[in-house]
């Protein structure tokens, strides 16, 4: 069984950074691996993702602010959060799409944006 562990969320000011890191607890033969967050009240959405030759992707709300990036020797995905918006305030989650059809998903870390 496949475990990911997350860190680095917490509380931050506006205008503040964050890293977030997700380590897998074995290497993975993946397709991507990506970030989701969830708000309060609200569903699960992308936040960005990266595909197993390097390209990325991310949501409108996040592009110029928030890098993705990987450490296949770690086993570990990144989301380096930056200008964060108090709208960023939500749990934010690792998720690891393998390539026998298998997914993986940690078990979230919480980020706050408040003055």
């Known amino acids: 069984q496949v475990q990911l562990v997350e860190s680095g969320g917490g509380l931050v000011q506006p205008g503040g950074s964050l890293r977030l890191a997700c380590t897998a607890s074995?290497?993975?033969?993946?397709?991507?691996m990506g970030w989701y967050r969830q708000a309060p009240g609200k569903q699960r959405d992308l936040v960005a993702r990266?595909?197993?030759?390097?390209?990325?992707g991310y949501a409108d709300s996040v592009k110029g602010r928030f890098t993705i990036s990987r450490d296949n020797a770690k086993n570990t995905v990144y989301l380096q959060m930056n200008s964060l918006k108090p709208e960023d305030t939500a749990v934010y989650y690792c998720?690891?799409?393998?390539?026998?059809?298998?997914?993986?998903w940690g078990q979230g870390t919480q980020v706050t944006v408040s003055s």
């Open positions: 998720n690891i799409k393998g390539a026998r059809g298998d997914e993986y």
């Open positions: 074995r290497t993975i033969l993946s397709i991507y």
């Open positions: 990266i595909w197993n030759g390097g390209s990325t």
